[in-house]
């Protein structure tokens, strides 16, 4: 009896020892699968993967000091001059500045765009101009954009690029349709979000790829905006809250010359994204319990975003930026533009804004501009048909109570029902 017992006991254990070994070897953490890294191009020690199906989280540390940067390539601390441009002078349409909020874009932009001198819904490969490297660095990562980004266009690929000119200061570029010869024959072909770290040199000037518009950013990670007053709520997207303004590392003339460029008529001239005022409305905020900027459903994480903040292209006006309004991502101007989020509190109690449409006009002109040429002086003008009402009340602890009301007018709303949320910074 001794000895059945000893040999069903030692057979128990080996098919427990297989079982652990199958479970092991196909589970989610040990899958190449997941790790949608090419051969050639493995992650770099240290560094947590990138979820493949958003662009815009990142390993922790590929932008971010602290968590072993060099192993990406780079080297050394501090922020460079920009010896030249992204886009040469004459190809430069318009810049537009960080702090815009356009559509699924709820919160103030952390990079501005580089258009083309002519705007096309359908560009075609010979619509693309050069773009350039604006110092020297490393190419610590490249990834295929989502296929939700697709554009009509098969000829167009779509990169996100990441240059690190030290392991502190680094460049975003986003919506390259074509990379350089030179970057192209030393990655594999990506699969629509999958990332690479090729640890890439290149130069000041040098080619690294094509595009109609694109998307530039510049981030510090040795300065950390005080506009955010819970910056661990921006996790997903780690360099937002090291932006910096995009202008000010170029060497003169290129800055001045992009700067002829820019539509933002006052200081900052790159624009400004974080507003958050202690027991204000201003700034941004996020349903409670949400993951902060990460939201809860991807892509559309920004259903759960809000802000109140200023206008980046008319500093007086003021926008209602709403992640879901009819389940909608919008953006709105309030009835009056008033009264102004830096000043309602805690003591103001429930305020009712009336949400309405805007446009802005060129200010020497008096013309309303197309959205896609150079202008100066835009000036925001709000419509006066109502869209729809948003009651909010600032409470303690960076919380914040709204309800919004599609189709309503303030006379119809007298302040909050059981489909009111709470926010948080």
Not at 360 to 372: A, H, I, M, P, Q
Request: with cysteine.
């Amino acid at each position: 009896m001794v000895k059945k017992w000893a040999i069903y006991s030692v057979f128990i254990s080996i098919l427990l020892i297989v079982a652990v070994f199958f479970l092991f070897r196909n589970s989610p953490e040990n899958s190449d699968f997941n790790l949608n890294i090419s051969s050639n191009n493995e992650i770099p020690e240290n560094l947590e993967q990138i979820e493949a199906s958003d662009y815009r989280s990142k390993p922790s540390g590929a932008d971010n000091r602290g968590s072993n940067p060099e192993a990406l390539g780079c080297s050394g601390n501090g922020n460079v001059n920009f010896t030249f441009s992204p886009r040469n002078l004459e190809d430069i349409g318009l810049i537009e500045p960080t702090g815009l909020m356009i559509g699924n874009h709820v919160t103030p932009i952390d990079h501005g765009y580089f258009y083309p001198k002519v705007w096309k819904q359908e560009p075609e490969l010979s619509d693309l101009t050069d773009v350039f490297a604006p110092a020297d660095g490393i190419i610590t990562q490249i990834q295929r954009m989502p296929s939700y980004f697709s554009t009509k266009n098969p000829d167009f690929e779509d990169y996100r690029l990441v240059i690190h000119h030290t392991c502190t200061f680094y460049t975003i570029y986003i919506h390259l349709y074509k990379l350089s010869p030179k970057i192209k024959e030393k990655i594999d072909e990506l699969s629509p979000s999958q990332n690479i770290y090729p640890k890439i040199e290149v130069k000041a000037g040098e080619l690294i790829g094509r595009a109609f518009a694109f998307d530039f950013s510049v981030h510090d990670d040795e300065k950390t905006l005080s506009g955010f007053l819970v910056p661990e709520h921006y996790s997903r997207e780690p360099w937002k809250i090291h932006t910096v303004d995009m202008f000010e590392p170029f060497i003169e003339p290129i800055k001045s010359r992009l700067l002829e460029k820019n539509i933002r008529s006052s200081e900052p001239y790159g624009g400004k994204i974080d507003y958050d005022l202690e027991g204000k409305l201003i700034g941004n905020w996020f349903v409670e319990n949400t993951n902060g900027y990460m939201g809860v459903k991807q892509p559309d994480y920004w259903g759960t975003h809000a802000s109140f903040s200023p206008d980046a292209l008319d500093s007086g006006h003021f926008i209602i930026s709403l992640g879901d309004f009819n389940g909608e991502a919008i953006q709105f101007g309030a009835k009056g533009n008033s009264p102004k989020p830096e000043e309602v509190s805690i003591s103001s109690g429930i305020v009712k804004y009336e949400l309405v449409d805007f446009e802005y006009k060129v200010g020497n002109t008096g013309d309303y501009w197309n959205r896609t040429s150079l202008a100066k002086s835009l000036i925001a003008e709000n419509k006066h048909e109502v869209k729809g009402v948003i009651s909010v009340q600032v409470l303690s602890g960076n919380k914040m109570k709204m309800e919004i009301f599609p189709g309503k007018l303030e006379s119809d709303v007298s302040g909050f029902t059981s489909n009111a949320r709470i926010y948080e910074r």
